[in-house]
C-alpha cells in the first residue's frame, strides 16, 4: 500500500484505487503501487480478478508531464502492463473522466475495459510533440485497425465512451455507480470462467489498407504537421505494427518516444501545456474572487468583430443582443452570421437543429434601451476615441449596476475610455482576434481601475466561450499588437533593404508562421490600417526614415485580396498570392528615393530580424508590468497570430536559442538604425548577461 495506491479484496474481487489528485498521473509512486497491488493480489487467493480503479475526478490522465525529462524512478510502466497482461486473472479497468495517453494504454493492457457513459479515453500525446510511448501505438490498432488507430493518435482527440464501445476499445458501458458496476462485471467474468484477453496477443488487421496507404497519409496530413516531427514517427509506429510483430513493434515505439522527447518541439509544447494553465493564474486575483453572472450579452456593432463576437455567445448557449446604428448594417451583419453558420452545417459539422438553435440566440435592435438589462457589453464599433467616448457615456447611463462594459478595442487607451463613466471599475478591454469566432485568444486588458472581480468573470467567461483568455495592462496596442508592429516595422526595413515580400514571406512561412506579414496584410486588408490611422493620426507614429508603401499601394486602390491585388496579386476566387514585379519594382524605386542602400538579403537575417524586434519589445513588455510573465506573451503569439506551438512562443524560442544571442544581434540593429523599432530593454541585457533565460526572468529584474 502507499498514500497513492492502495488494494483490498472484495468478495471474491481484488480492487486496486488509485487516489493520486488532482488527475492520478501515472507518478513514479503511483506505477510503484500499481505493479505492487497487482503483484499482492495476483498471489492472494481470495481474489480471482482485478478491478483497476481511481478515486477524484477521472481515470488515470496519463504518465506525470512532471516527470518528463529527469531521471527514471519507480517502477517502469512497461513493467506494470507486463504484470496485468500475465495476470492469470481477469483484470478489468474502470474507467470515468478521460482515460487519457498512459492512462488509456495502462487500461489496454488490462485483459477487460469497463466505463460510465459520460467517460472519454484518448491518446493526445501529440499535443505534446510525442507519440504515445507505452504500447499505444501498437495495442489500439490491434482493437480498431490500423487506419483508425492512425486517425485517433494524429489527431489526439479522445472520443467518447459510446463510440469506445462500438470500436471495441471498451467492452462494456456501466450506467449508475462505476465502482458497483465494475465489480459485478468482474463477478460476472469470474462465473463465466472468462479468458484473460491480452491485446498485445490480437493481430493487426491490414486487410483494409492499400500498397500506398501510409505514403497517401503522409500527403493528407503535411500541410496541417508542417514542423512538427511527432505525426511522422507517429505513422512509423502504425506501419511497425502492421508489419512487425508486437515486441519488434514496442522497441519502434520506445525508440520513437525517446527522441521525440529529447526535442526542442517537445519541449516547446510541454511548456505550452503548461503555460495554458498558468495563464489562468492572475497573481494578484484571488482564486475564490466571486464571479458576477454572466448569462446575457450585448455586442455594440455588427461589423467584422461584432458579428464572430456575438457567434462566440450563442455557440456557448448565452443569448446575445447586436446593436447597430441603422437597419442595412444590422440586417447585413445577421446576414453574414447565418452565412457562417449555414457554411459549417454544409461542412458537417452543424446539423440544421444546432443551427438554428444558435441563431435563435442572436436578436439585433438598433435601441440601446434594449441592452440596458444585459450582463455584459462588449463595444466593437470603429475605432476612434471620440466615438468610444460617445458611446461608452450612452452605456453609462443605459446598463444596469453591475453589468460589465467591454470593449474590443485593438490600440486606444481604456483608463481613458473608463474615465468618461461613472463606473470605471466595471470596464474593461475584451480584444478579440479575427475571425472572433475562430481565434482561440482573447486578450483581456485590465484598466487601472478595472475590478477583480470584473477581471475574473472575463476570465471564467473566455473559458466558458472556448477562449483562452490573457490578461494584458493597458498601452498601446497591448501585448499582441505591440510587438506585432515592431515585427512588421523590421520586416518593412528588409523589404526597402532589398528583399521582396514574397522573399519576407517565405522565410517566415518555413520558419513555422502561417504566413508572413505582407500576406497578412493583403489578407486583412491594407485599407484597413491605413483607414485606423487615418482616424488616429497619433496612435500610429510611422517610422519616417522609411518610405510609406502602403499609402502608395491604397492610393492605387491595392487594399489586397478584396481587391485583388495589395503587395501581391490574386487571380478571381484564388487567395494564393502572386509577386507582382509592379510593386517589387515600386518599392526599389521609393527605396532609392529614400536613399536605402540595397543589398543581399538572407532569410535566416529575416527570421532573425522580424522576430529579435518582437522578443525585444516582449522583454520591454514584462518589465513595464503589461504582461504577467513571459508565458502570457507566449501564449498570444501561439494563439493570436500562430507563432509555431512547437516553438513555444517568442519568449520561450529566445530561450531556446539563447537570450545572449538575441541580445547582441538587438544592440547592433539599434547602433545600425536607431531606437525607433529598438528600444532599450534592461531586462533583455541583465538575462543576456547573467547568461540566463527569460523563464527567471524575476531574478533579473
Ligand atoms: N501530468 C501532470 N500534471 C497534469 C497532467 C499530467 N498528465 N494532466 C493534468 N495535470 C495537472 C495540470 O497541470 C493542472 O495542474 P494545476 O492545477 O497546478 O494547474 C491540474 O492537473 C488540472 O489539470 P487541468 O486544469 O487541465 O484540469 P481539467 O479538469 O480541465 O482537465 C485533463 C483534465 C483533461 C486530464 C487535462 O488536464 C489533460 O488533458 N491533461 C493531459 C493529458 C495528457 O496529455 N496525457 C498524456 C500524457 S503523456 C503520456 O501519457 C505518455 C505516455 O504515452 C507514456
Ligand atoms: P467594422 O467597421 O467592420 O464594424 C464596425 C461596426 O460598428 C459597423 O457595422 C458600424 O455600423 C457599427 N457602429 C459604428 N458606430 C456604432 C454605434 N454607435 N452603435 C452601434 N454600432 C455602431 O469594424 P471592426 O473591424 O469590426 O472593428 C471594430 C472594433 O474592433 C474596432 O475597435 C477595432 O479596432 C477592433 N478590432 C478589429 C479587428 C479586426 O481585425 N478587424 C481585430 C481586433 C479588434
Redesign the pocket.
Given at each position: 500500500m502507499s498514500d497513492v495506491v492502495s488494494w483490498v479484496v472484495e468478495g471474491n474481487v481484488g480492487v486496486i484505487t488509485i487516489n493520486s489528485p488532482?488527475?492520478n498521473?501515472?507518478s513514479a509512486a503511483v506505477r510503484q503501487g500499481l505493479y505492487d497491488g497487482m503483484e499482492a493480489l495476483v498471489a492472494d487467493d481470495a481474489a480471482k480478478a482485478i478491478v483497476v480503479i481511481c478515486e477524484g475526478?477521472?481515470f488515470i490522465?496519463?504518465?506525470?508531464?512532471?516527470e518528463f525529462g529527469k531521471p527514471p524512478s519507480g517502477a517502469p510502466?512497461r513493467d506494470v502492463q507486463t504484470a496485468m497482461e500475465k495476470s492469470p486473472k481477469p483484470v478489468i479497468a474502470a474507467i470515468h473522466?478521460?482515460a487519457?495517453?498512459?492512462?488509456l494504454?495502462t487500461a489496454l493492457a488490462c485483459h477487460y475495459r469497463c466505463a460510465i457513459p459520460s467517460a472519454k479515453v484518448g491518446?493526445?500525446?501529440v499535443?505534446?510533440g510525442?507519440?504515445?510511448?507505452?504500447g499505444?501505438t501498437q495495442r489500439l490498432p490491434r482493437i480498431i485497425g490500423p487506419k483508425r488507430a492512425l486517425d485517433m493518435i494524429i489527431d489526439g482527440n479522445p472520443i467518447s465512451a459510446a463510440e469506445a464501445l462500438e470500436l471495441g476499445v471498451i467492452n462494456h458501458v456501466i450506467d449508475g455507480d462505476l465502482r458497483e458496476g465494475a465489480l459485478a462485471y468482474a463477478q460476472k467474468l469470474i462465473d463465466e470462467n472468462a479468458p484473460t484477453i491480452c491485446v498485445s496477443e490480437n493481430e493487426v488487421d491490414a486487410s483494409e489498407l492499400s500498397d500506398t496507404f501510409f505514403d497517401d497519409y503522409r500527403k493528407s496530413i503535411a500541410r496541417k504537421t508542417r514542423g512538427f516531427p511527432a505525426p511522422e514517427k507517429i505513422i512509423q509506429c502504425i506501419e511497425a505494427a502492421v508489419n512487425l510483430p508486437f515486441d519488434e513493434g514496442m522497441i519502434v515505439e520506445g525508440k520513437g518516444?525517446g527522441e521525440l522527447m529529447q526535442g526542442s518541439e517537445s519541449e516547446a509544447m510541454r511548456y505550452m501545456?503548461?503555460s495554458e494553465?498558468?495563464v489562468?493564474?492572475l497573481p494578484d486575483v484571488p482564486k475564490d474572487t466571486p464571479l458576477r453572472d454572466i448569462n446575457s450579452a450585448a455586442v455594440l456593432g455588427a461589423g467584422t468583430m461584432g458579428g464572430g463576437i456575438a457567434m462566440n455567445f450563442a455557440n456557448a448557449g448565452i443569448p446575445v443582443t447586436i446593436v447597430e446604428m441603422n437597419q442595412e448594417a444590422l440586417d447585413r451583419g445577421l446576414g453574414i452570421i447565418e452565412t457562417n453558420y449555414r457554411n459549417t452545417q454544409k461542412k458537417g459539422r452543424l446539423t440544421e437543429e444546432d443551427v438554428n438553435a444558435r441563431l435563435a440566440l442572436i436578436t439585433g435592435t438598433l435601441d440601446y434601451a434594449d441592452i440596458g438589462d444585459k450582463d455584459i457589453v462588449i463595444e466593437a464599433i470603429f475605432e476612434n476615441m471620440d466615438v468610444k467616448k460617445e458611446v461608452f457615456t450612452k452605456l453609462d447611463a443605459t446598463m444596469k449596476q453591475g453589468a460589465i462594459l467591454a470593449t474590443n478595442t485593438s490600440y486606444l487607451n481604456i483608463d481613458e475610455i473608463a474615465q468618461c463613466t461613472s463606473r470605471p471599475g466595471d470596464v474593461i478591454g475584451l480584444h478579440f482576434f479575427s475571425p472572433a469566432n475562430v481565434m482561440r485568444l482573447l486578450e483581456i486588458v485590465r484598466g487601472a481601475e478595472t475590478s477583480k472581480d470584473v477581471l475574473a468573470t472575463c476570465m471564467a467567461m473566455a473559458k466558458r466561450i472556448g477562449k483562452l483568455g490573457v490578461v494584458a495592462g493597458v498601452c498601446h496596442g497591448f501585448i499582441g499588437n505591440r510587438m506585432l508592429s515592431r515585427y512588421s516595422s523590421a520586416a518593412q526595413r528588409l523589404m526597402f533593404e532589398g528583399a521582396t515580400p514574397n522573399q519576407i514571406d517565405q522565410a517566415l512561412f518555413n520558419f513555422g508562421m502561417p504566413m508572413g506579414p505582407f500576406t497578412m496584410g493583403d489578407l486583412a486588408g491594407l485599407d484597413v490600417g491605413w483607414r485606423a490611422r487615418q482616424d488616429n493620426p497619433d496612435l500610429f507614429p510611422t517610422d519616417t526614415s522609411l518610405p510609406n508603401i502602403v499609402d502608395i499601394l491604397v492610393e492605387q486602390e491595392r487594399f489586397g485580396q478584396k481587391t485583388q491585388k495589395g503587395y501581391y496579386l490574386y487571380e478571381a476566387g484564388n487567395r494564393t498570392p502572386i509577386p507582382d514585379p509592379e510593386v517589387e519594382a515600386m518599392i526599389k524605386e521609393e527605396s532609392i528615393k529614400a536613399g536605402i542602400e540595397q543589398r543581399d538579403v538572407g532569410d535566416e537575417e529575416i527570421v532573425q530580424m522580424a522576430l529579435f524586434a518582437a522578443i525585444n519589445e516582449g522583454a520591454r513588455v514584462l518589465e513595464e508590468g503589461i504582461a504577467y510573465r513571459p508565458c502570457d506573451i507566449d501564449m498570444i503569439w501561439i494563439n493570436g497570430y500562430g507563432f509555431p506551438s512547437y516553438r513555444g512562443g517568442p519568449m520561450h524560442y529566445a530561450d531556446q536559442i539563447g537570450v545572449d544571442k538575441v541580445h547582441a544581434a538587438v544592440e547592433k540593429y539599434r547602433q545600425k538604425y536607431g531606437d525607433a523599432n529598438w528600444k532599450y530593454s534592461k531586462l533583455l541585457e541583465n538575462i543576456a548577461k547573467a547568461g540566463g533565460k527569460f523563464a527567471d526572468w524575476k531574478e533579473y529584474m
Open positions: 488532482p488527475v498521473a501515472l475526478r477521472t490522465a496519463g504518465a506525470d508531464i512532471t510502466l473522466g478521460t487519457l495517453g498512459g492512462g494504454e491518446l493526445p500525446e499535443k505534446l510525442l507519440l504515445p510511448g507505452a499505444g518516444i501545456f503548461f494553465r498558468e489562468a493564474k
